[in-house]
């Protein structure tokens, strides 16, 4: 029983620094100078180009996936490809939403649609790994996204941050939309506590 829990002691103490490294914010171009005393934000997003898992195109995984389910029930397939994209504005950008806010906390508001916000965070999703469980074997859900401040007044794009691997849900969650949606949960508790620290 010393043995097992040594090494999985020692397990976690090795995946430590992987899960750090996978969740790390890197700014790829421009600084975070100009955010100082900024307290609104407009929220987009973006998922032109995306690939999917195996797939360099999210076309051809969505077609692969929907006539899977088709042969095995009829309709399924369909109604999985609709549910694939009626995620993002149920699903994704709510949580993203909930969760940013919640850790900008008092410093700033960040919103859809907001007139009163400088600069638009474009949130552009460039890979999705949409994760599985067939009972005896799981993957758990990832993406990777470009964060983009953009000037609303000039278009400009001020600045451009990179965050990879982003964790979502695996365990016994059989929706996809869930297990990715909790990497959504994740991206945007990261961002909110980095933009306090870094930036507002």
Known sequence: M????????????????????????????????FLK????????????????????NEEDYLNERQAKLNEK???????????WFADRDNRFHP???????????????ARQNNDKAPY??????????????????RRNASIDVEIHFIDKATGETRAVME????????????????RIMEAYAKCGKELGKYLVKKAL
Request: glycine residues 12%; hydrophobic residues 40%.
């Open 163 to 178: 965050m990879s691997k982003i964790p979502g849900r695996g365990g016994f969650d059989y929706d996809t939309g869930i």
């Open 120 to 137: 638009t965070i474009l949130l552009k999703t460039v890979f999705t790994e949409p994760g599985f469980n067939v009972g005896v074997a």
């Open 73 to 83: 029930e009829p309709g399924t397939g369909d109604q999985w490809r609709e549910s």
């Open 37 to 56: 005393g900024v307290d609104q934000f407009d929220l987009a997003y973006d998922y032109e180009g995306m690939a999917v898992g195996k797939f360099k």
């Open 95 to 109: 949580k993203f939403e909930e969760l940013l806010n919640k850790n900008l906390g008092n410093k700033a508001n």
């Open 2 to 33: 010393k043995t097992l829990c040594m090494s999985m002691l020692l397990a976690v103490l090795l995946a430590g620094p992987q899960l750090l490294q996978a969740q790390k914010i890197k700014i790829v171009s421009g600084n975070l100078k």
